[in-house]
């Protein structure tokens, strides 16, 4: 195999995978159109308890009828009965059993199982192989030695024979596999020949491959992989940047390790503590100190900045010399403790926000109409958050003080809208007479919307924040899964500059408004850095920054 003019290092095994003819388990290959079944032809044979057993019992669906025999009718079999079938069935059992040992990482008792089904004339389908692969590619370099590395190719291999198709599991498990071979060309081999065969591969695919490229040191093929994942149309996360970054710096690619971290500022905005150790281990090096010019066009970086959005520039290093790193963190107004440096607040483009009201449209429906009448409003609060926020029954005298305070704060004095849901409006606390008249009271200013029975009022109170283009009164981080599919792209910074916290203390509730800068990386027009980290949440405690400064642009 050549690359680039060289012949690049290839295992036996990466020679046995490239042999492998996986072109022709296309998923439009005519063999997979019927169904691989392959029964025993006799009983299997009674094995002891404790390993693996085979109900003995025949199912409906094996028994052959002769060609001269009138075909019997049968009564209809209920979905409940051919659930069970399928459960009872040796390729049910199989499947249940590997499942016990993959919950518990038992790879000496799946590949036992594995080697008794085979013997048996038991038929392997994709479940079964991907369980035993994941488990050959977990256990590959532990105590079991090198069977999970050995056994787990003889596997794949035997799939590709059984004409198995194969999916992203499937390779993902083969690649890791690869891995453990140590040989990340076979892995990223592997990832090439899924997209030759119509398997989209995702961000957990590339890993392997990218992983262990950056631990070899081997910058130019971890670039390789991470455009590949690009042209796959797959997404860095914030392990793969700071691996990139990592190797980039010990290879001297200053120019990838400032592309790499506007990478990270677009992708991540705040940094774990190892992506932070892996930054500041870059500005401490060498050649961090030879990157750089000592005269800029400042006309052209303020451009930059302005075309950005503010918070960065992107025409490359700037400054000279040796960079001073220290930990540090921002007052209330976004100056930074070390150098003096104050963060902006960075521009949301309001075509965006379109976009994203648009977006969550669909579960506007009467709602859309009830804002209408009733908004716009100055302010949302998620009721049950504050009503529950650090009380064991529900408060309405709690959430009755914010609604007051937030109506005082009001430029015309409004109150804000309160999201509850049915059951807080109807049940419980609610039913306390002082509480009916205050629920009451809220529903003739239109301040109170009742959100459906088994319906998520996080929906709510979130797409009237948007839709009114208001402060949104929540303690809830947003981090389950329903926001999640909201993207990490625009949902996050929009977050930061609506969302009020709440925090109570002896003296009442205090509000915690959104900062006036934006938490988030930022590179300064005369070059400096600051990077935030996820340690500190600037209520109980301060958010950590990194701070990289140097003597030509130290103020």
């Known amino acids: 195999m050549l690359h680039g003019g060289a012949l690049l290092r290839t295992s036996p095994l990466f020679s046995f995978f490239i042999k492998i003819p996986l072109p022709l388990i296309s998923r439009t290959s005519r063999c997979f159109l019927r169904p691989i079944l392959r029964f025993p032809k006799s009983k299997p044979t009674p094995i002891s308890a404790g390993t693996f057993s085979m109900d003995k019992r025949l199912n409906l669906c094996t028994l052959a009828l002769s060609n001269d025999s009138p075909s019997p009718s049968y009564p209809a079999v209920s979905n409940k009965a051919k659930r069970k079938a399928r459960r009872e069935s040796h390729e049910g059992v199989l499947k249940y059993k590997l499942d016990m040992c993959s919950r518990h990482g038992q790879l000496i008792q799946a590949l036992s199982l594995y080697d008794e089904a085979r013997s048996n004339g038991v038929p392997l389908g994709l479940h079964h192989y991907n369980v035993l692969l994941y488990l050959c590619s977990s256990n590959g370099g532990c105590d079991d030695g090198d069977v999970g590395l050995k056994r787990g190719f003889e596997i794949f291999r035997q799939m590709v024979e059984d004409k198995v198709v194969p999916n992203e599991a499937t390779f993902t498990s083969a690649a890791r596999l690869a891995i453990a071979a140590e040989d990340p060309e076979m892995a990223f081999h592997l990832v090439k020949q899924m997209k030759g065969l119509g398997i989209p591969p995702n961000l957990r695919s590339y890993g392997p491959a990218l992983f ?44 990838k390790v400032y592309e790499m971290l506007h990478r990270l500022r677009t992708t991540v905005r705040q940094v774990s503590e190892s992506t932070y150790g892996v930054v500041e281990e870059w500005f401490k090096s060498e050649e961090a100190t030879r990157v750089g010019v000592e005269s800029w066009d400042v006309n052209k970086v303020r451009e930059g900045v302005v075309r950005g959005g503010g918070g960065w520039h992107g025409q490359g ?138 319906s998520n009022d996080d929906w709510y109170w979130l797409y009237a924040a948007v839709n009114c283009k208001c402060l949104m009164v929540t303690n809830d981080e ?49 070059g400096k850095w600051h990077v935030p980290t996820t340690t500190g949440d600037d209520i109980e405690t301060p958010r950590q920054w990194l701070c990289a400064t140097r003597a030509r642009n130290t103020k």
Not at 420 to 445: C, F, I, Y
Not at 483 to 498: A, D, M, V, Y
Request: glycine fraction near 8%; charge should be neutral; hydrophobic fraction near 35%.
């Open 212 to 255: 262990e490229f950056c631990k070899k040191g081997e910058a130019d093929r971890a670039y390789e992989v991470d455009a590949h994942m690009v042209e796959s149309g797959v997404a860095a996360e914030e392990p793969e940047i700071s691996a990139l970054i990592k190797v980039s710096s010990g290879s001297n690619r200053g120019d």
């Open 317 to 454: 290093w700037l400054g000279s010399g040796n960079w001073r790193v220290e930990r540090t963190q921002m007052d209330e107004a976004g100056v930074c403790s070390c150098c003096g440096e104050k963060l902006v607040s960075i521009d949301i483009d309001p075509k965006e926000t379109e976009n994203f009201a648009t977006s969550l449209s669909k579960l506007a429906g009467q709602r859309e109409e009830w804002l209408q009448r009733h908004g716009p409003f100055d302010a949302v609060v998620d009721g049950a958050n504050v009503g529950l926020m650090n009380q064991h029954n529900f408060s309405f005298f709690q959430l009755d003080a914010l609604v007051n305070r937030l109506c005082q704060m009001s430029p015309s004095k409004r109150l804000p809208l309160v999201i509850l849901h049915q059951n807080r409006v109807t049940g419980g606390p609610a039913q306390n007479p002082n509480n009916k008249r205050l629920l009451e009271s809220w529903k003739k200013s239109g301040a109170l919307y009742a959100t459906p029975v088994g």
């Open 478 to 526: 947003m981090r389950d899964h329903l926001f999640q599919l909201l993207g990490t792209s625009f949902f996050p910074r929009w977050k930061e500059k609506h969302q009020v916290r709440l925090s109570v203390s002896r003296q009442g509730l205090k509000l915690h408004m959104p900062p006036p800068y934006s938490i988030v990386i930022q590179e300064a027009e005369d």
